[in-house]
């Protein structure tokens, strides 16, 4: 394992450490780095707290910050936190209007969020996501994971609540965009948890993973590496025949954390080709690191289907450090 | 060769194609690929143009934009652009007020650009970028190399030049930016050109190549894995001999492409420390993958020695495709 670590013990917290120092005009730590929270609030808004085993930077801590989230509760590696890390990052950000838990569609995860809500002493509500058309159970999860449509959702209902929206149209919303996003990942190589040591899977050098899952968990199947095109056309028709989407859609193409910019838009470029072929125009688009596994190769492609709410929301000011327009 | 590619002639050209494509609201394609320019430009402000091979996204096409470049020439993966290409995008953005070329000290780039200033019709000037300590002379360069200081220059100048400062002042600016930055790098991986299908170089896996260049030139010396503190350590030492920074710097923890985001961050709490224990302060920061070196894994540290002008520079508003604040 080649890695720029001090020792496995030690990763997170000292990378969390780096990322509060580097960040320290917009987040702060939590006590005992239970959480990542606003360095400022903004009084009467809705806490949004999202959360998760890490590994998957910049989800979530990268987005907390004005237009996004309030608190982030980063897991060990591929872990999810624990309730009380969600209960005291809501303790934290609770301004009288409740707090709403985005909650990517884990079995761990969705438990231990399920446990802080009826824990918590304020109003919680709690978004889903699960934007993985992939399959439909895996290795972690019960139903359809939730991959990259975590950070749109987190963006729109972000926008929304620091525009003054209450919990209940908050939470309609996360679950409205979450229902109108899909994602589609593959991978090329596996990634490396730092305490195991070892890859998460093998891989051969001449195969590719579709429908690979965040966690290097197994997708669709195993087969032979294709040229570019081959892969965004089964991974756009993969996204389209289930979300159906009928004109202007927000394309983001996500890489997993060692795939260079350079192929990242080659895959947009054909990507946006295969979107072309269906009448299907990406009128917003995003190309980028920003929910990753560790050191995988590959990439994932989401298309959310937007509306004038949904642009509006992506558009508005967001400030946070893996997110920042318009402030 | 594992690549999300459709053949390694079109790599280049598809990757460019989806990123003019995603970020149209910022950016056209010049005639033929032969630069990337600004959609809109600024009546009477003095051109920033720079470039160089390609494979280092999100430099240079990345910074193209409000606040920093006005045109960036790509060339084939680590290959300079060719003098048509700098002549071409002088003539789109010159605005009358002359233009300045920012170029990274490598023999191929040095000359090319020289060419394009000899022949250009209007007026144009040079800074030369040679912030790597690593080396005095290497594979492609006489002198030091240019490296991840060239994107706070293009930062700097580019604010400067975006509130009106003339050609001379700009120049001076930029060579002042240059003096005031140093960098070191080391890699853990090597990196694959497309049209080369292997390697750069073969390193071991408990291996590292300190002080390693942007296209994985040799380095200061092949040694075993360290613990990240103490690679931190030797990098800051090597920077701070050289640079002799006075209080206050800016500090960038640059990846080169395949290094997650968790580790990245990891380097800037040990690079913090390293400074720290010297009475540094790192007073602006940046961490991710700006200068990169296709899918090598590893990272550079940079420090630039701030007075208020450049802090001005740096904090100033800037939209472009890869950085993004204060607009």
């Not at 990542?36 to 987005?63: D, M, Q, T, W, Y």
């Not at 987190?154 to 209940?168: N, P, Q, R």
């Not at 294709?226 to 989407?245: G, R, T």
């Not at 983001?252 to 954390?257: D, E, H, I, K, R």
Request: hydrophobic content about 45%; glycine content about 12%; some cysteine.
């Amino acid at each position: 394992m080649k890695k720029l670590i001090n020792g496995v013990d030690t990763v997170l917290q000292e990378s969390l450490d780096g990322f509060v120092a580097a960040h320290s005009d917009i987040v702060a730590m939590g006590q005992d780095r239970k959480f990542v929270r606003r360095a400022a609030l903004n009084p009467g808004k809705v806490g949004l707290i999202s959360g998760g085993g890490s590994g998957h930077e910049p989800l979530h801590a990268g987005f907390v910050g004005f237009g996004m989230l309030d608190a982030a509760c980063p897991g060990e590696v591929f872990t999810s936190p624990t309730p009380d890390q969600m209960l005291e990052a809501a303790d934290a950000v609770d301004q009288g209007a409740g707090v709403l838990f985005l909650v990517k569609n884990y079995e761990g995860d969705v438990m231990n969020f399920e446990m802080a809500a009826e824990m918590a002493s304020g109003t919680v509500a709690t978004t889903i996501i699960n934007d993985d058309v992939a399959v439909e159970t895996s290795t972690f999860s019960t139903g359809r994971r939730g991959v990259a449509g975590t950070m749109i959702v987190e963006k729109i209902v972000g926008a929304a609540a620091e525009a003054g929206a209450d919990l209940a149209s908050l939470k309609a919303l996360g679950d409205r965009v979450n229902e109108s996003s899909r994602s589609m990942g593959v991978a090329l190589t596996s990634c490396t948890v730092p305490a195991a040591g070892k890859p998460m899977f093998e891989i051969g050098e001449d195969e590719m993973e579709m429908g690979v899952g965040i966690h290097g968990e197994p997708g669709r199947r195993r087969v032979a590496l294709k040229p570019a095109a081959d892969i965004a056309e089964e991974m756009i028709e993969a996204v389209c025949h289930d979300l159906n989407p009928k004109g202007d859609v927000l394309l983001l193409v996500n890489g997993f954390g060692a795939t260079p910019a350079m192929e990242l838009y080659l895959m947009y470029e054909n990507a946006r080709r295969a979107l072309a072929k269906r009448g299907v125009k990406p009128v917003r688009s995003l190309v980028g690191n920003y929910v990753t596994s560790l050191d995988m190769a590959g990439c994932s492609l989401t298309l959310t289907s937007v509306d004038q709410e949904i642009l509006q929301g992506w558009d508005a000011p967001v400030h946070t450090p893996a997110l920042r327009w318009g402030m």
